[in-house]
């Protein structure tokens, strides 16, 4: 299967996993609305909705850049609205887009809980529902639609939770609506699942947490592989909490030393939340 000619919603797609999936998705011929936040280059932060979207055509697929914030409703509906009257209609989404701040609850300001839980829970929840409409349509043309939330399996353990409550209830906000939506939209015949990171990958919200080893990582082409499998299988596969590896492992993929960003390194940065 391929995913030529499906058009794939992805949030935060302007640097890092958002962008890497965008870009195999577009190796394929599909088209790609990027919807994220900036359109200034910033020496800190590499990669705009524009930058994005010529690296996606470079890719081989169609790029519509769109200034979004998920927290505004109004502004998802719109893109989702730009989105459909471009490319005629949504057969994917991916909520990729995410905020992160690795703070105990002494040192998490409101502002910052806000923030994590406006994007990442409340996000994924908005973009799912301003979608919903064109999935149940490519479902109906027989267009085999998913959602893929980007985040964790659900793990109710203490340590998961005590040294950055605030971000464990943001990300496991996401999951839970996999957990949800995936039994919701089963009647519709659509897919919905989580896939998450074994180890830390080397993108941009890396600069949030000091002291990290780049050469410890791996690259998020990692992810964008294992999301190609789970995006062009049957959306009859659904509900499920992959880990990179062990689904590229099902795959036949095991030779993984080409997603790590020093070639030979055995020892990788574990990421949270995989048990």
Not at 91 to 105: E, K, P, Q
Not at 134 to 148: D, I, Q, Y
């Amino acid at each position: 299967m391929s995913l030529k000619g499906k058009t794939l919603f992805i949030t935060g797609a302007s640097r890092g996993i958002g962008l890497a999936i965008g870009k195999r998705a577009a190796a394929d011929g599909a088209n790609v609305v990027i919807a994220a936040k900036t359109t200034d280059p910033n020496p800190k932060l590499p990669g705009t909705i524009y930058s994005a979207a010529k690296e996606i055509e470079a890719a081989g697929g169609k790029a519509l850049p769109l200034q979004v914030d998920i927290r505004e409703e109004e502004a998802v509906l719109a893109a989702v609205a730009k989105a459909v009257e471009t490319f005629g209609g949504i057969d994917i989404l991916v909520n990729n887009a995410s905020a992160i701040s690795m703070t105990d609850t002494e040192h998490t300001p409101m502002k910052r809980y806000d923030l994590m839980n406006g994007i990442n829970a409340r996000g994924t929840y908005l973009c799912t529902q301003a979608c919903l409409a064109e999935l149940k349509k490519s479902a109906a043309a027989g267009r085999n639609p998913h959602v893929l939330n980007m985040s964790p399996p659900l793990s109710m353990k203490q340590h998961w939770f005590e040294n950055h409550t605030a971000y464990t209830m943001a990300k496991y906000g996401m999951s839970m609506c996999t957990l949800g939506h995936s039994g919701e939209f089963k009647k519709y015949g659509i897919a919905v699942n989580s896939l998450w990171p074994r180890t830390a990958i080397a993108t941009a919200a890396l600069q949030m947490i000091p002291g990290v080893d780049v050469n410890m990582c791996r690259t998020p082409e990692i992810l964008s592989d294992a999301a190609w499998f789970i995006l062009t299988s049957a959306s009859s596969n659904s509900g499920n909490f992959f880990i990179d590896d062990e689904l590229l492992a099902a795959h036949g993929v095991t030779d993984l030393d080409k997603y790590a960003v020093k070639s030979g390194t055995k020892n990788f940065i574990p990421d949270f939340f995989v048990d």
